[in-house]
């Protein structure tokens, strides 16, 4: 009984994508489903809140939003301030600070510079060096730090980095006093824990060593070679990897914030680290990042790098769950790749399908911003009917049975219109819409139904077979939900 109602609770969301088109929803309705209140409040709690009151809920001043769709950017659009002290409000062009968002942004640029055949991608990054050398520490005898190890976080690092940044009024400390742990430097040195490749352990350090051994490499600074070789190329116009930002930037740049949405005294931190923590972006060109690794890895678009080496940051290189750059996850019935940042008063999330052409930026400008985003990132997520949300396909034997469907008055349709409580735990929702009558879990998408006869229902895509029962007066009482040969009744309550 469990098996045929798992597979109809299925169905119910996989056959929704080709009904969902049909609706032909404008990008006002997108935005709207996802600013306004929801339908249930979710297990977090926070879907009755409007996207302002989510904010205010979490003392964010400012977010910013691009949805991807269909390989391109779908909207993109600011709330709320991006400086609590002037009151500027934020806009699709407010730069914020991408914090570790910039791990797979340079990892782009080291791929291109191994498909320059500048070096391999596993190297030994001592042979890549020039201005500083890595003490192996006994872990590197039977395999060396490389590339590919450290923007996996696979190198065997055990720096324990937590960048804090560095007041733009203070000294700034180069590359090399940042390995080495020594002043001005706020972090401790870097330091070999384990082998390559033993365990996965997250290395900002790692991905400031990748850094310094790219400009060695390329005999230029990281944030010219990155403009030039990534950020200019894709048409990431308002991002940029100077530290600090220069003032013409600064001019439409966000302020951090703290927990309480107040002023962190200084607008910003410097990241001499900008591998790992300094690009400045917005969520339209981080969008625009993915689209350009999604389109690459179906040969559609090569702007910086080939298929096949696209492909290095989208395959887990063997330990944990990065790739070179990005974490690669699935997620319900697809693959993803995503990145997430935490700098000085700022945090973003970037998430795309490995497949799909679907996927969200999301930027936010103070300490507490993650709730917000991670609440926003689902409303899209069901807006979008993402398949991170769908359950696997039910198993079936036989093809679904080719019953010709026949029309019903809008009047009987209305008849069935109700909720149903199948169990404790599922209540089914007939619905019509558009002269459509329509079925599903509640809170899930709903698929259509197609009448063989008054009281007796199917879907296509899945041999199931919905009959509802009526009393001596004529009226609905119930539902019997059909399949491989077993029913489950479920009573009408509303």
Known sequence: MRKFLSAFLCVSAASITGFAAAQDRSV?????????????????????????????????????????????IHWAKGYGVADVETGQAVDTETLFQAASISKPVAAMGVLEAVEDEVFGLDDDINDILTSWQLDGGGFTRDRPVTPRSLTSHNSGLGDGFGFPGYDPAGPIPTVVQILDGEPPSNTRPLFMERPPFSLTEYSGGGATLMQQALEDARGRPFEEILRDDVLLPIGMADSTFEQPLPPDRDRNAARAHDGEGRSRGAKWHVYPEMAAAGLWTTPGDLARFAIEVQKSAIGESNEVLSRAMVQEMLTPVGVGDFAVGFNVQKMGQGWYFSHGGSNWGFQGTLL????????????????????????????????????????????????????????????????????????????????LENGALLAGPAGQPLSPLFAMEVDHFFLRVAPVEVLFTRDADGAVTSLTVLQGGQGQEAPKVR
């Open 28 to 72: 006002a309705d997108y935005i709207a489903a996802i600013e306004g209140a929801q339908s249930e409040p979710g297990a977090n709690g926070l879907g009755d809140l409007t996207i302002e009151e989510l904010m205010a809920r979490f003392n964010v001043p400012g977010v910013s939003v691009a949805a991807i769709r269909d390989f391109e």
């Open 352 to 431: 795309a399908h490995k497949l799909h052409g679907y996927g969200l930026a999301i930027m936010t400008n103070a300490d507490r911003g993650g709730a917000v985003m991670q609440e926003l990132s689902q409303r899209i997520q069901r807006a979008y009917e993402w398949d991170s949300l769908a359950q696997p396909a039910p198993r079936g034997y036989d093809p679904p049975p080719d019953y010709e469907a026949i029309e019903l008055p809008p009047e009987v349709l209305e008849e069935y219109v109700g909720e149903y409580q199948l169990n404790e735990a599922t209540t089914v929702v007939i619905a």
